[in-house]
């Protein structure tokens, strides 16, 4: 079969079931149906006006970076807000965190996210932009600048794309391998603006290894000083929120949350990377 012709027949809703079906095979039918069911969302009050519902995978994920004696933290692509109100609610005391969304649209909800749920000593503490993240490491100043980068990179979020008719009429493999060129871009960006001796997490809420391990390989392959490292829970949220963390399976590179196993938290996945401290 062609390649033009196979990426047609691969299109569509029964496209993505084959596709998805050929990477997790008998564990596909009872994973599609936890994906189109409810998600695990947790409530996580950080002593704000308001409290944040998000899926308990992201909050599993942001508790894996590790943040104490980090001075400054980056949120590269922040929006909504769930994870960058984590990360603060953990964070020192002295330190700071910069949490970016390069949409417009996007930043003023991840603003009214900060404002509305997060206390106002914590709030004085996070400064919010709107840039191209990948494009942020080559403003000079942001060069080796975060002691602890988060990126939650834009992928395929199949969850979202089996609630929409619309999206899942129009999937096709080829959007994998575009977010996968996007994710590299803002990884490689991330990875240049991480200080010596300090922790990148790299994550999306995609299924497909070419967007997680995947992009995550390339990075080890590119840099002989990223070293990948058990992301263990870093942080003790008990107090902001109820009910515990679900696990993760391990992959190559890192660990995923699938919500067919853990309740309906994720998909999730997550990989921590350290850059070693020059000799």
């Known amino acids: 079969m062609k390649q033009k012709d196979r990426i047609k027949k691969l299109s569509g809703a029964d496209g993505f079931d084959s596709y998805y079906r050929e990477i997790y095979g008998e564990r596909w039918d009872g994973l599609k149906n936890a994906l189109s069911g409810e998600a695990d969302h947790m409530e996580f009050n950080a002593g704000g006006a308001s409290p944040y519902f998000l899926d308990s ?104 794309v089996l609630a929409d008719p619309k999206y899942l009429g129009e999937w096709s493999p080829s959007r994998i391998k575009t977010l996968a060129v996007a994710q590299w871009s803002l990884l490689s960006s991330a990875y240049r603006m991480l200080a010596p001796g300090g922790y990148l997490l790299y994550s999306t809420c995609a299924l497909a290894a070419e967007e997680n391990d995947g992009v995550v390989s390339r990075l080890v392959r590119k840099f002989p000083d990223a070293r990948i490292v058990p992301p263990a829970v870093s942080s003790d949220v008990s107090g902001f929120c109820s009910g515990a963390l679900p696990d993760a399976e391990k992959t190559e590179f890192g660990f995923h949350v699938l919500p067919d196993a853990q309740g309906g938290a994720g998909p999730l996945f997550f990989s921590l990377i350290y850059k070693n401290e020059m000799d």
């Open 57 to 160: 995978g992201s909050i599993r994920c942001a508790v894996s970076l590790p943040l104490s004696g980090a001075e400054r933290i980056l949120d590269m692509c922040a929006a909504p807000g769930g994870k960058t109100i984590v990360i603060a609610s953990c964070m020192d005391v002295g330190a700071t965190l910069l949490s970016n969304e390069r949409s417009p649209e996007r930043k003023a909800r991840l603003v009214r996210s900060c404002d509305s749920c997060l206390p106002g000593d914590v709030r004085s503490r996070v400064e919010i932009c709107c840039k191209d993240g990948a494009k942020m490491c080559l403003s000079k100043e942001n060069e080796g600048a975060f002691d602890r980068i988060l990126l939650d990179a834009p992928c395929s979020s199949e969850r979202h």
